[in-house]
């Protein structure tokens, strides 16, 4: 766990590129976990040190989620050679002077109220923060999901997930392969492996009815197929290609950054800021061709809504145009979390050919429940096909309600939620 700050952001950042191009084995990825549980199984597994690891992106990437129940919470580790970057940590809550007594006892009640095992960081301003990986600690993340129907979040159906993995001939992960799912009435839903070689495939949120599923991939002139059941909890499906991989010399990734920009997120926009700065510093060039994008939400209280800065390779002059940027407008507690979602995922022009798609999702309110539109849940589903990761990043005053809504984001998209 670390606080939240640039470096984070950063170090996420850095993270996926170590990621990109899925490019180390996938690890056990049907084992059964030595708890001999049927519904706790051994994820695919990604190690440092690949031979075609992205260049310019050393160090210790994240072992992928473990499916085992009550496992250590998980922490993606910083890397070896993330660049540093300054930024304070974020103190202020929404409705609580900053810096205040009563701030320091709300952030210890909030975290103590927190289910599951968690590592907290501590850093000179007093600031705690922490990390969840849901999909690491995926029966706790359903346990934790059944004590909050008080609160009127979507209920996205995570039973019986299932990682699908393609895999080629030497067993690595195969990136940015569509997979496609069809149950026995032929309704189907198409997902996209991410970096790692894999999609993760929640049936009953995706209308998928029967006992038994089919799947299928055609990808790098190659096709695959397999046919699972339903009858355990939780499971693995590899598709496997009879050729080994071929992945670009340089590598594209997205990176978009959806930020809530009303009148109490000073302090993350500037880190934000911070961060694109850094990007644009260290990452331009080499063989990772970088594309970064933003898209601001408000509230439709606001004059403005959502403002899109779409996906640029001038990481240099991106950061100039965001410089402007600044905390206004807003009013009640909750935002138009679900307009800034829907516009990032469909405006942006994501790359059909970026072999990694990662959105982080900051703020530090709850989305407007009661606004007609596309919901949050529509969007987890959206990003989840095609191929998108969400990071999201819950800032100091989120209440009950929006770590829900930001954990279920991540979780079903296979990102990770930084509290």
């Known amino acids: 766990m670390r606080p939240i700050s640039t470096r984070t952001t950063l170090s996420l950042l850095a993270l996926t590129l170590s990621a990109c191009g899925g490019s180390a084995p996938l690890m056990n990825a049907d084992a059964p976990s030595k708890s001999g ?14 031979e075609d690891a992205t260049a310019g992106a050393a160090g210790p990437m994240e072992a992928e989620e473990s499916m085992d129940d009550g496992a250590a919470d998980h922490v993606m580790p910083a890397p070896d050679a993330a660049p540093a970057a300054t930024g304070a940590a974020p103190t202020k ?60 979040f979507d209920h996205l159906d995570i039973r ?36 790692s070689g894999r999609a993760i495939l929640f049936p009953h949120a995706e209308g998928l009815h029967g006992a038994t599923l089919f799947a299928s991939t055609k990808c790098q002139g190659r096709t695959a197929r397999a046919s699972f059941t339903l009858d355990k909890g939780d499971d693995v499906v590899t598709l496997d290609l009879d050729r080994r991989r071929t992945l670009p010399k340089t590598r594209t990734i997205d990176i978009a950054f959806v930020l809530d920009t009303t009148g109490s997120m000073s302090e ?16 331009d060039g080499g063989l990772v061709d970088v594309r ?22 001038d990481l240099d002059g991106f950061s100039k145009k965001v410089a402007s940027i600044s905390a206004t407008g807003g009013g009640d507690t909750p935002e138009d979390v679900n307009s800034g979602l829907n516009v990032a995922l469909n405006r942006l022009g994501w790359s059909s050919s970026s072999v990694g798609k ?14 007609q539109g596309v919901t949050y849940s529509a969007s987890a589903r959206t990003a989840s096909h095609a191929g ?22 991540a979780q079903y998209t296979g990102g990770t939620n930084l509290f």
């Open 160 to 195: 019986n997930r299932r990682f699908m993995v393609v895999r080629d001939t030497a067993g690595r992960g195969v990136p940015r392969c569509d997979i496609t799912v069809v149950d026995k009435h032929q309704h189907e839903v198409t997902l996209r492996t991410t970096t």
């Open 292 to 313: 970064i994008a933003l898209v601001e939400y408000k509230d439709r209280t606001d004059q403005t809504l959502t403002k899109v800065y779409p996906f640029s390779r």
């Open 37 to 50: 549980d049927p519904g706790a199984y051994a994820a695919p597994t990604t190690v440092a040190g690949a």
């Open 268 to 283: 993350e926009i500037a880190a934000v800021k911070d961060t694109i700065r850094t990007v644009a510093s260290v990452l």
């Open 388 to 409: 998108i990761q969400l990071f999201t990043i819950a800032a100091s005053g989120m209440d009950d309600l929006g770590q829900v809504v930001w954990r279920q984001l």
């Open 358 to 371: 990662f959105a982080f999702l900051v703020g530090d309110a709850p989305p407007h429940l009661d606004y």
């Open 93 to 152: 809550r929404k409705r609580i002077a900053r810096g205040s007594g009563a701030t320091r006892k709300a952030d210890r009640d909030a975290i103590a109220r927190r289910p599951g095992p968690t590592t907290i960081a501590r850093q000179a301003s007093g600031v705690k923060a922490g990390e969840w990986n849901d999909n690491a600690n995926y029966k706790e993340f359903q346990r934790f999901l059944s004590t909050q129907d008080h609160l009127s």
